[in-house]
């Protein structure tokens, strides 16, 4: 059944912007609460699935315009079971995470781990004292938190540790210097935490939180704070809010890069009653930031450091501390549930270092590379399709709906990188940015996608099977779309899951 929809070319030019999250609470499909019922005749069945599929897209006037593309594949027959414009290269969002993915469990390996360490120019003396630089060197482990390097302090001081007489030298060299991913330079005014810049050395994701509290005790202020704390690198410049009992909470915050710190500016207003306010700035320089607040936890030991700088760990360093990362696996499940953009850049870079030959510090283009290598094995040569960053965020993607359910298709077929991206996908009305959709429908708990969200453009794909085993791969994308239509066009999505959701229980 044709619809309007299936002429219309994708405009390659268009430039979607982000938004931080790929489930918004008021863009929540709903769907229809009437559940399909598919026939038992399996002719009747392929027919009926065809036509309930359709009608989708073509009962929802305002989508006639929208381009959209599908593809459903039987994972057991290996037989299609439904496509629509399936070979037009579309904007997969934050579905280009599935790419990410499956490169890195077949390239990486799912136990891949990250470590970061740390030296000394040599073992301390009887008194404690290192005569020379300590070193922190990373490895772009996209999941650092400051609880991993207070880990790192205490193991450094385990060591009998209690004066540096040289500086902290960061070596984030496993990565080049160019800390913005292709395309993030499309919203360069844009500070938030969802486009935290990607290094060698980073901690806390690269952003540092802003948390504003309400003071009941002096209406005239209010209390503010940065976590992780790293020291004069992030400074309070205007302090500018005030604690209301009416009213609502309402707060501007400007972050300034100077010459060698941030200085953030807040103002506005918030109320008694809201708790906090906190969102997540990123900063400019995340080695920088990363060292001033381990250099902060090794002063709350007594370990005193004035100086950072970047520079080589010489061979003769001793090695005094390592913080190993959980496994691959584990943060895809972190990166794919909740649609982080900081850890799929992340293993990117990581893709491109571990592959690259002569070794040295990866670029982007090293990244990319090694996300086309896996491909070109599953039959997607490079050229076929687009994909110019790891998290696809911007204009960053043209992949065609088929595309992406071959690289579904391969993915279950691997052992080794099947069950590890399954386990990574959000589960429907169950958790990740799938958890409120499906509710009460035999899709829930039965659907395994990941999701995309960009301005116009909304995207779902992964898995959906039944009790007795029987999967399908789908993909179903959405560009181009109207102000305020995307909760219709999720809708459509979540229709199109509930009938094959109602023809696999009908097998």
Do not use: C
Not at 31 to 55: F, H, I, M, Q, Y
Not at 130 to 156: T, Y
């Amino acid at each position: 059944m044709a619809i309007a929809v299936s002429m219309i070319p994708v405009l390659v030019g268009s430039q979607p912007a982000p938004t931080p999250h790929d489930d918004e609470d008021d863009e929540v499909a709903i769907g229809s609460n009437k559940v399909p019922v598919a026939p038992k005749d399996a002719k009747a069945r392929e027919t009926w699935v065809a036509d309930k599929l359709a009608a989708a897209l073509s009962s929802r006037p305002k989508l006639a315009k929208v381009h959209v593309a599908v593809a459903v594949t039987d994972l057991v027959t290996g037989k299609p079971v439904w496509a629509h414009d399936a070979t037009v290269p579309m904007n997969l969002a934050s579905n280009a995470k599935l790419l990410t993915s499956t490169a890195a469990l077949a390239t990486l390996g799912s136990a891949f781990r990250w470590r970061t360490a740390v030296y000394a120019a040599e073992l301390p003396d009887k008194t404690g004292k290192v005569k020379g630089d300590l070193f922190l060197r990373g490895r772009g482990d996209p999941l650092l938190s400051v609880n991993d390097l207070r880990g790192l302090a205490d193991e450094i001081t385990a060591h009998g540790i209690t004066s540096i007489d040289g500086r902290l030298v960061i070596d984030d060299t496993y990565f080049d210097q160019v800390v913005d991913p292709p395309h993030w330079n499309e919203q360069k005014q844009e500070r938030a935490g969802f486009r935290a810049p990607i290094a060698g050395l980073g901690v806390a994701r690269s952003a540092v939180t802003v948390v504003v509290t309400a003071d009941p005790s002096d209406p005239s202020r209010a209390n503010i704070r940065f976590e992780p704390d790293a020291g004069d690198y992030v400074r309070l410049g205007k302090h500018e809010v005030t604690t209301v009992t009416e009213g609502r909470t309402k707060i501007r915050i400007e972050v300034k890069a100077k010459a060698d710190h941030l200085e953030v500016d807040v103002a506005g207003t918030i109320r008694a009653t809201d708790g906090s306010f906190d969102p997540r700035k990123r900063v400019d320089d995340p080695g920088r930031f990363a060292a001033e607040v381990f250099k902060k936890l090794l002063a709350e030991r007594g370990i005193k450091i004035k100086k950072i700088e970047r520079g080589a760990i010489p061979t003769t360093a001793k090695l005094i501390a390592t913080h190993d990362s959980g496994t691959l696996a584990a943060a895809l499940r972190e990166m794919n549930k909740l649609s982080d953009n900081y850890i799929a850049e992340s293993v990117l870079k990581t893709l491109g270092a571990e592959t690259k030959k002569p070794p040295g510090p990866a670029t982007w283009a090293d990244g990319t590379a090694a996300v086309a290598a896996y491909l070109a094995t599953i039959g997607l040569p490079a050229g076929s399709y687009r994909a110019d960053n790891g998290s696809g965020l911007f204009d960053a993607t043209r992949v065609t709906a088929q595309q992406l359910v071959t690289i579904l298709t391969a993915a279950h077929a691997d052992f080794r990188i099947g069950p590890d991206l399954v386990a990574s996908l959000p589960i429907g009305a169950q958790d990740g940015t799938l958890a409120k959709r499906w509710h009460g429908h035999p899709a829930s708990g039965r659907v395994r996608a990941k999701t995309g969200t960009l301005d116009k453009v909304t995207t779902l794909a992964g898995y959906i099977g039944t009790d007795g085993g029987h999967l399908l791969a789908f993909a179903i994308l959405f560009n181009d779309l109207p102000g305020g239509s995307r909760p219709i066009a999720r809708e459509a999505a979540d229709e199109m899951i509930d009938v094959l959701a109602a023809y696999l229980g009908a097998r």
